[in-house]
T-cell receptor, first 115, second 112 residues
Framework: KAGVTQTPRYLIKTRGQQVTLSCSPI?????VSWYQQTPGQGLQFLFEYFSETQRNKGNFPGRFSGRQFSNSRSEMNVSTLELGDSALYLC??????????????FGAGSRLTVL | KQEVTQIPAALSVPEGENLVLNCSFTDSAIYNLQWFRQDPGKGLTSLLL?????REQTSGRLNASLDKSSGRSTLYIAASQPGDSATYLCAVYGGATNKLIFGTGTLLAVQP
């Protein structure tokens, strides 16, 4: 079966712009969680969605937001981009709520570069 | 606040050697601990998940142990191969935040 699909894989933006990243989970999975990976901070949890509801949120500013659609696909948005937002953004899906409570399947990530 | 540390940060071994990667965490009130591998420029692949009530899990040449009381886990890789070269990450879930908290990672290079 198809894995977790993230689009776009690479993108370059300039400071002040906004960006939207997309994640399509494995068919049948209703939980999608998002992570930011940077060389300095490592992997950090952004948020988790289950059945279109945000269940948990990490310690990120309000510029970071997300949503989940009825087909379980999820998007995350970062507004007013800063240089420090340059990172690999990973999403993961699982069949049950509580993303970390179960085996997660990760996508290949979206690499964002902010100039 | 949960903190997860992995030692060593990098490791280089010759092919065929058995090796141990270490993971320590500060809050023992976890629900589970997971080990992942990440290949350069790619996402994470789940290797093993150990529930808090378990002591170890095995998958092929991999064995992970968990000692909740001391806040430690080890990942044992038997008969290492060049294809095992990757970054290995541990992550704990549960405690006060119910978030998956990742360790700092160990970059493993297996030399042919």
């Amino acid at each position: 079966k198809a894995g977790v699909t993230q689009t776009p894989r690479y993108l370059i933006k300039t400071r002040g712009q906004q960006v939207t990243l997309s994640c399509s989970p494995i068919s049948g999975h209703r939980s999608v969680s998002w992570y930011q990976q940077t060389p300095g901070q490592g992997l950090q949890f952004l948020f988790e969605y289950f059945s279109e509801t945000q269940r948990n949120k990490g310690n990120f500013p309000g510029r970071f937001s997300g949503r989940q659609f009825s087909n379980s696909r999820s998007e995350m948005n970062v507004s007013t981009l800063e240089l420090g937002d340059s990172a690999l953004y990973l999403c993961a899906s699982s069949s049950l709520a509580g993303g970390g409570a179960n085996v997660l399947t990760f996508g290949a990530g979206s690499r964002l570069t902010v100039l | 606040k949960q903190e997860v540390t992995q030692i060593p940060a990098a490791l280089s071994v010759p092919e065929g050697e058995n090796l141990v990667l270490n993971c320590s965490f500060t809050d023992s009130a976890i629900y589970n601990l997971q080990w992942f591998r990440q290949d350069p420029g790619k996402g994470l692949t789940s290797l093993l998940l150990i529930q808090s009530s378990q002591r170890e899990q095995t998958s092929g040449r991999l064995n992970a142990s968990l000692d909740k009381s001391s806040g430690r886990s080890t990942l044992y890789i038997a008969a290492s191969q060049p294809g095992d070269s990757a970054t290995y990450l541990c992550a704990v879930y549960g405690g006060a935040t119910n978030k998956l908290i990742f360790g700092t990672g160990t970059l493993l290079a297996v030399q042919p």
